[in-house]
């Protein structure tokens, strides 16, 4: 009895589009592709979004692993060099923590690209990169096919998150030190609000608090340590408008610039310290800051001084948050 063959069909005869087709039809399949890089850490694709435009760039798929952002980006073809381009530009364009890159095939100089950028990226911005190979088989008896289409995605570069882990402890004494800071500080702020308990703490030197999206564009409140010096930062805190359409971004700030002086007055009734509304030119983000005149280095910093700024952070989060939650949950755009 001829049990079949196996043919392997070339992508275009099964998706005649990227964009219209083989997208649309991935967004789909999400838990296959999972499946495939979920060998050393296990991740869950939500809130995807496709064809996401920014400025003069378009993402395939745009989603969320947890709080971070993760990008997709898809071909039918062998992998080129302008793939890995955009791979790179979306993800800077969205702050995106994971970066799939899905192809028929990779070129031995774009699997070193991938190796390179995963073996060289700061631990601070734990950021990974991942080459996953799509194919597709028949099955064929007596000369005809005898099943549908079987697409199937190997992951052919992923992060070896075992060197990460034992880089980690000849990593620099400041960012080991500052992360241990936001996980004592969240646990302390975890007793006043409880959604902070089961964040996930960072060796970078911000931490999201609270987020609210809408069109792919970002609006929260964000601890983080502002640098001084090469070595000194100060404890700071924003309402961050970003990562999404900059017509959006613009008019979002209009509608906090319009109500400025109520929202200075609501701040001023509550705290002493002044509101920085920063619109930096070369870049599409905004954001209202105040800052701590506290300075601190984490490779050197006392315990005291560990006390210090988190007592500072916990004192004008809450009163940040009262103010401006209901402020970001009230914006039309």
């Given at each position: 009895m001829e049990l079949g063959t196996i043919e392997k069909i070339p992508l275009r005869e099964v998706w005649a589009s990227e964009s219209t087709n083989f997208t649309p039809w991935l967004e789909q399949h999400l838990p296959e592709l999972q499946r495939a890089i979920d060998v050393l850490a296990p991740i869950t694709i939500t809130d995807t979004q496709t064809e996401v435009t920014t400025e003069s760039v378009r993402c395939d798929i745009?989603?969320?692993?947890?709080?971070?952002?993760?990008?997709?980006?898809?071909?039918?073809?062998?992998?080129?060099?302008?793939?890995?381009?955009?791979?790179?530009?979306?993800?800077?364009?969205?702050?995106?923590?994971?970066?799939?890159?899905?192809?028929?095939?990779?070129?031995?100089?774009?699997?070193?690209?991938?190796?390179?950028?995963?073996?060289?990226?700061?631990?601070?911005?734990?950021?990974?990169?991942?080459?996953?190979?799509?194919?597709?088989?028949?099955?064929?008896?007596?000369?005809?096919?005898?099943?549908?289409?079987?697409?199937?995605?190997?992951?052919?570069?992923?992060?070896?998150?075992?060197?990460?882990?034992?880089?980690?402890?000849?990593?620099?004494?400041?960012?080991?030190?500052?992360?241990?800071?936001w996980t004592d500080f969240k646990e302390a702020y975890g007793q006043i609000n409880p959604k902070w308990k089961d964040k996930k703490p960072p060796y970078a030197s911000w931490l999201n608090s609270y987020m609210k999206r809408k069109e792919s564009t970002e609006r929260n409140t964000t601890v983080f340590f502002r640098g001084k010096s090469p070595r000194k930062s100060i404890p700071a805190i924003q309402l961050w408008i970003g990562s999404g359409r900059e017509e959006t971004i613009e008019k979002i700030w209009k509608e906090l610039t319009d109500q400025k002086s109520s929202i200075e007055q609501k701040w001023n009734s509550v705290s002493g310290l002044k509101l920085k509304w920063e619109n930096p030119?070369?870049?599409?983000?905004?954001?209202?800051?105040?800052?701590?005149?506290?300075?601190?280095?984490?490779?050197?910093?006392?315990?005291?001084?560990?006390?210090?700024?988190?007592?500072?952070?916990?004192?004008?989060?809450?009163?940040?948050?009262?103010?401006?939650?209901?402020?970001?949950?009230?914006?039309?755009?």
């Open positions: 745009l989603g969320n692993v947890g709080e971070d952002k993760i990008i997709i980006e898809n071909m039918l073809d062998k992998s080129d060099f302008q793939h890995l381009g955009k791979c790179i530009t979306y993800a800077s364009k969205h702050k995106a923590k994971h970066i799939v890159w899905v192809a028929e095939e990779f070129k031995e100089e774009h699997l070193s690209a991938i190796d390179w950028l995963n073996e060289n990226f700061n631990l601070d911005s734990e950021i990974n990169f991942y080459a996953v190979e799509v194919s597709v088989i028949q099955i064929k008896k007596d000369g005809k096919v005898a099943g549908p289409p079987a697409p199937r995605f190997t992951a052919v570069r992923q992060p070896v998150f075992s060197k990460k882990e034992a880089a980690q402890q000849e990593y620099s004494e400041r960012l080991i030190n500052r992360k241990q800071f030119e070369n870049r599409a983000s905004k954001s209202i800051v105040i800052e701590s005149d506290i300075e601190i280095d984490f490779k050197t910093s006392s315990e005291e001084e560990n006390k210090k700024c988190k007592e500072w952070f916990m004192e004008n989060l809450k009163k940040f948050d009262e103010v401006f939650i209901p402020i970001i949950n009230a914006l039309k755009s």
